[in-house]
């Protein structure tokens, strides 16, 4: 294992040489082509920043909700399965907030951009200040 430069650092050096040199020195579909690979890259960036701590939360989430244990696809699987069978619904403590928390997870790796996950972020803080 190395210490330094992470690998999220490395993807992220290359997602802005992508975006600053090579597309803006070329034109047409290489520069896009570009611009697509670096957004691709900074999302898996992303992803190797945000997924332990988030995937630890959705877990222990899972596991509140369903009063069981297992790793994250089975209960996944499982909250699917209740949620179609209406074991579970939104009233279900912490199901709602469950949902919110993983998809709000999703667009921070994949559109931390987004204005409507902005707006839910902004949300959500309001919703938590004393």
């Known amino acids: 294992m190395q210490d330094h430069p992470e ?4 993807i992220s ?3 802005r040489f992508l975006k ?23 999302m898996m960036a992303r992803e190797l920043d945000l997924a332990p701590a988030a995937e630890a939360r959705e877990l222990t989430s899972l596991r ?4 069981t244990d297992g790793d994250l696809a089975a209960l996944n699987a ?7 069978d209406g074991t579970v619904d939104l009233n ?3 199901v709602a907030d469950h949902l919110w ?14 204005w409507g996950y902005q707006a839910a972020l902004a949300d959500r803080a309001a919703k938590q200040e004393p």
């Open 7 to 10: 690998p999220s650092e490395i």
């Open 13 to 15: 050096a290359v997602a």
């Open 20 to 42: 600053t040199t090579v597309a803006a020195e070329t034109k047409g579909a290489t520069s896009f082509n570009a611009r697509v690979a670096a957004n691709a890259l900074e």
């Open 64 to 67: 509140d909700i369903l009063k």
């Open 78 to 84: 499982e909250l699917s399965r209740r949620l179609a």
């Open 92 to 94: 279900t403590p912490g």
């Open 101 to 114: 928390d993983v998809t709000l997870t999703k667009l921070a790796v994949d559109q931390p951009k987004y």
